[in-house]
């Protein structure tokens, strides 16, 4: 599946849709810094696929705008543990 993820800098979220259903990962901005803390994606391997895209498109926006990033979220901390070459935009605080 390759899904084609929209951002709304304003709304302060990435989303996308997985064959009919709305997909999310949301943020907030404190010091620089993107706190990853909502996501909504579908049960399954439409739903893994669709949170490893949007993770990936999120971790590429904060490595090219320069955040860092805290992860509030188990599924995003999933990401992280099978993506060290994203460590070191991870805040560990």
Do not use: R, W
Request: contains cysteine; glycine residues 4%; charged residues 30%.
């Amino acid at each position: 599946m390759n899904l084609i993820v929209e951002h709304d800098e304003t709304a302060q979220k990435f989303t996308a849709d997985a064959n009919g259903e709305e997909c999310l990962l949301a943020y907030t901005i404190v010091n620089n810094t993107l706190n990853l803390h909502v996501m909504v994606v579908p049960d399954g391997k439409a739903g893994e696929e669709a949170a490893e895209q949007l993770c990936m498109t999120v971790f590429e926006y904060a490595k090219k705008n320069n955040f860092k990033i805290i992860s509030s979220s188990e599924q995003i901390d999933d990401f992280i543990k099978k993506h060290p070459e994203f460590d070191d935009l991870v805040d560990k605080e």
